[in-house]
């Protein structure tokens, strides 16, 4: 599995560019399965400024629709297509000055009504390789937030978020066809990200709240960011220590729990994240590339590691 980021999709847009036909036909080559996601420009995060109201999101929709269709396809092969990032974060669903503020509920309804739309104009491609999911959430959201800075106050779990989506457009996760989450090591719900292994199971499995907050406890999950910062608040992990939990997370949840059928840590490879990272931006692995890639390659029935 591996998720790419296609960041240039607005209303109007009706074809893909070609490096992200490039880069999903080289995902095939690999025998990788593609987890798209969608994401207006980098430098504009207004995505509740491209509906035609907050409930409404026909034009978008077909944006995304007609990028997908766009795209290479490898028979019986199915492309995961996430609709939007962390909408329960301020700077990803941003907010006009003159709005004033939005609440959690507020966004909540919007980003439900967008993923239907999205959702239906998907499924009307009617290519059943192409699956929908709904924009993975930070597990510890925003009550709301003030857009003149887009700043907000914490507060809203992502398990409540979901049951904000759920009343504001009813039946709105019965239009995925699985469950999208940032469910990263921490002690707590929301709270105590990147402690050690031993530490970390209420975050590392953190989607069995989120599919029991949709009333979905057997939707199969794509855990689209996952992992161990080597800084963060109170802690300051090796290198070798962050490569060792993450494979006793590959034996003990990743690979192992029922509801999980992908997963793409966070992140490969990138300049602003490599605290993150598996590779260095020269291309040399870090220990967590080498000793997850041995620990996979031991396993029956691996591809050939040469």
Same mark, same amino acid.
């Given at each position: 599995w591996v998720t790419v980021i296609f960041a240039d999709i607005v209303p109007g847009r009706t074809s893909a560019e070609p490096s992200w036909k490039s880069s999903i036909a080289d995902a095939y080559a690999r025998d990788l399965i593609p987890v798209i996601r969608m994401a207006p420009p980098w430098g504009d995060r207004r995505v509740r400024n491209m509906g035609e109201s907050p409930t409404s999101y026909q034009a978008l929709a077909k944006a995304y629709a007609d990028v997908i269709a766009d795209l290479p396809k490898r028979a019986e092969w199915p492309p995961y297509v996430q609709v939007h990032n962390e909408p329960n974060l301020c700077y990803e669903w941003a907010c006009d000055a003159a709005v004033g503020s939005l609440s959690a509920q507020e966004i909540a309804s919007e980003y439900a009504h967008m993923l239907r739309d999205v959702a239906d104009a998907l499924h009307a491609l009617a290519d059943p390789r192409i699956r929908v999911l709904n924009g993975a959430l930070a597990p510890g959201g925003v009550n709301?937030?003030?857009?003149?800075?887009?700043?907000?106050?914490?507060?809203?779990?992502?398990?409540?978020?979901?049951?904000?989506? /759920?009343?504001?457009?009813?039946?709105?996760?019965?239009?995925?066809?699985?469950?999208?989450?940032?469910?990263?090591?921490?002690?707590?719900?929301?709270?105590?990200?990147?402690?050690?292994?031993?530490? /970390?199971?209420?975050?590392?499995?953190?989607?069995?709240?989120?599919?029991?907050?949709?009333?979905?406890?057997?939707?199969?999950?794509?855990?689209?960011?996952?992992?161990?910062?080597?800084?963060?608040?109170?802690?300051?992990?090796?290198?070798?220590?962050?490569?060792?939990?993450?494979?006793?997370?590959?034996?003990?949840?990743?690979?192992?729990?029922?509801?999980?059928?992908?997963?793409?840590?966070?992140?490969?490879?990138?300049?602003?994240?490599?605290?993150? /990272?598996?590779?260095?931006?020269?291309?040399?692995?870090?220990?967590?590339?080498?000793?997850?890639?041995a620990y996979r390659c031991s396993q029956p029935g691996a591809l050939s590691c040469q």
């Open positions: 709301s937030c003030e857009c003149s800075t887009q700043a907000g106050s914490p507060g809203t779990l992502a398990t409540q978020f979901l049951e904000y989506m /759920a009343q504001a457009v009813p039946g709105v996760f019965d239009t995925i066809d699985a469950f999208a989450s940032h469910s990263y090591p921490a002690k707590g719900e929301g709270w105590g990200f990147f402690p050690p292994y031993a530490e /970390a199971q209420t975050g590392l499995v953190y989607f069995e709240k989120e599919l029991a907050a949709i009333g979905k406890p057997n939707l199969k999950v794509v855990v689209t960011e996952t992992g161990w910062s080597i800084q963060h608040e109170a802690y300051n992990h090796t290198r070798d220590e962050v490569a060792d939990w993450s494979v006793l997370a590959y034996q003990n949840v990743w690979e192992t729990h029922p509801s999980i059928v992908g997963i793409t840590p966070f992140i490969l490879r990138d300049a602003s994240w490599d605290k993150f /990272a598996w590779v260095e931006l020269g291309g040399t692995p870090y220990p967590v590339y080498d000793k997850v890639r």
